[in-house]
């Protein structure tokens, strides 16, 4: 029996957490914004040709190796699992993933299991650490790597448009602004140009890039070039007003942070400050509150205390998240 408020309390924090983590995640605008283009897309998708995508398919394989198809065949979602690792811009893998997990969750456990606490709420707490902690890097070095490329992005679109005035082909323009550009932008535009190299169309390159990176704006910039070549007209100056709208679009998002920032830090605080005194009171008296993981009564009490921090949490993240 005493067994059931274990699990009870180790999956009501499950549950706080994963509430606490789908909330400051925020709105996707990627799905948005994907919602609202998908009838576009769909008509000027061009499919890869067969022949490049057997070689791509090659060259990926080639590279992979028996860690790697071990975390695949066991992790969940590997296919997506490879792609947010693709958005990094790190040299990760998913077997180093899989490492990464596995050996965060056996730490972890052992850590709690020595300072007292009952096995199977030891190895609980590991796994959800275990699973949150590479997840949660992984998506830190997705957004700063997405946010440097969307800061820079209407730079390489004026950097098109002038390339176009000149008399350059978009294609050959593209080029110059991988080259020209550092950083994540360039290394996408650099992409785009090889692929090309090796026999993808334009249209396709730019789409797989987009279906990488996930960004409206890079959406809004396919979608451009892809109308402009079926129906005609002055791409440049199509592409000029696109950059003044992501401009804007930026400026407005900048400002909507700074209004939501106080009420996220209060947001963060209260959500943090309970388990903050837990840990100090745990670290001057230990016996005290290992009350928690015995007493019953406590067991339900605290339980029910997350619950409601949760979705307190959850509330207050909604209140301060806005899709542009």
């Not at 947010?84 to 180093?96: E, F, H, I």
């Amino acid at each position: 029996m005493e067994l059931i408020p274990v699990l009870s309390l180790g999956v009501g924090a499950l549950i706080v957490l994963a509430l606490m983590a789908f909330a400051f995640s925020g709105p996707s605008a990627a799905r948005a914004s994907t919602r609202r283009l998908s009838a576009v897309r769909a008509r000027h998708n061009e499919s890869a040709n067969a022949l490049v995508d057997a070689q791509m398919r090659r060259i990926a394989a080639a590279r992979s190796n028996k860690m790697d198809a071990a975390a695949m065949r066991f992790l969940p979602r590997p296919a997506l699992l490879k792609k947010r690792l693709a958005m990094t811009g790190k040299p990760w893998t998913v077997g180093q993933y899989g490492m990464a997990t596995l050996g965060i969750v056996t730490v972890v456990t052992l850590l709690l299991a020595f300072a007292g606490l009952p096995i199977l709420l030891g190895l609980l707490v590991g796994v959800v650490i275990g699973a949150g902690l590479p997840h949660m890097a992984v998506g830190f070095f997705i957004k700063r790597r997405i946010a440097k490329f969307t800061a820079k992005f209407p730079d390489a679109i004026e950097l098109l448009v002038r390339g176009l005035r000149s008399g350059l082909p978009i294609t050959e323009t593209i080029g110059v602004v991988g080259a020209e550009l550092d950083g994540p932008v360039g290394v996408e535009f650099k992409a785009i140009t090889d692929k090309m190299k090796i026999g993808r169309t334009m249209d396709a390159a730019l789409q797989d890039t987009a279906d990488r990176l996930g960004t409206p704006e890079f959406q809004f910039f396919v979608i451009t070039c892809a109308i402009q070549r079926e129906t005609g007209g002055n791409l440049a100056e199509t592409l000029a007003n696109l950059a003044t709208v992501l401009r804007m679009r930026g400026q407005m998002k900048l400002k909507i942070k700074a209004m939501s920032s106080e009420s996220k830090a209060s947001a963060y605080i209260v959500g943090s400050l309970p388990f903050i005194v837990f840990g100090m009171i745990w670290m001057i008296n230990g016996s005290y509150m290992q009350n928690f993981f015995i007493d019953q009564r406590l067991m339900v009490a605290g339980g029910c205390g997350l619950l409601w921090m949760g979705l307190g949490a959850f509330i207050m993240a909604k209140m301060v998240n806005f899709e542009i």
